[in-house]
Nanobody, 124 residues
Framework: VQLVESGGGSVQAGGSLRLSCAASGYPSSSLCMAWFRQVPGSVRAWVASVRRFGTLGVADSVKGRFTISRDAAKNTLYLQMNNLKPEDTAMYYC???????????????????WGQGTQVTVYS
């Protein structure tokens, strides 16, 4: 599975961004897909995920502000980020796990593939 992220950038606190992750080589509907983020010196942290049959999960730190969605026809995963805060500043990575049933993808070790990352910077 190849993953390519886009949509990062710099935004003032309170603003919005939408990240996209285009998947190729495997239908996204058969994947568990997730967003992680990482700041220098820290491990990658799970942000949100959508499992093969559509179950969504969002980390408490972004609940109510971030929304994950998937467009199977476009083989693309999205992360809509609203009311951004400076602490959301990080490199955001898309991850995918080939799923045959109910596998989760909430830990970095779950992932079979990673995108190259897209930087999100939120300034106050």
């Amino acid at each position: 599975v190849q993953l390519v992220e886009s949509g990062g950038g710099s935004v003032q606190a309170g603003g919005s961004l939408r990240l996209s992750c285009a998947a190729s080589g495997y239908p996204s509907s058969s994947l568990c897909m997730a967003w992680f983020r990482q700041v220098p010196g820290s491990v990658r942290a799970w942000v949100a995920s959508v499992r093969r049959f559509g179950t969504l999960g969002v980390a408490d730190s972004v609940k109510g502000r971030f929304t994950i969605s998937r467009d199977a026809a476009k083989n693309t995963l999205y992360l809509q980020m609203n009311n951004l805060k400076p602490e959301d500043t990080a490199m955001y990575y898309c991850a995918a796990r080939i799923s045959r049933a109910f596998e989760t993808c909430t830990a970095p070790d779950d992932a079979d593939s990673w995108g190259q990352g897209t930087q999100v910077t939120v300034y106050s």
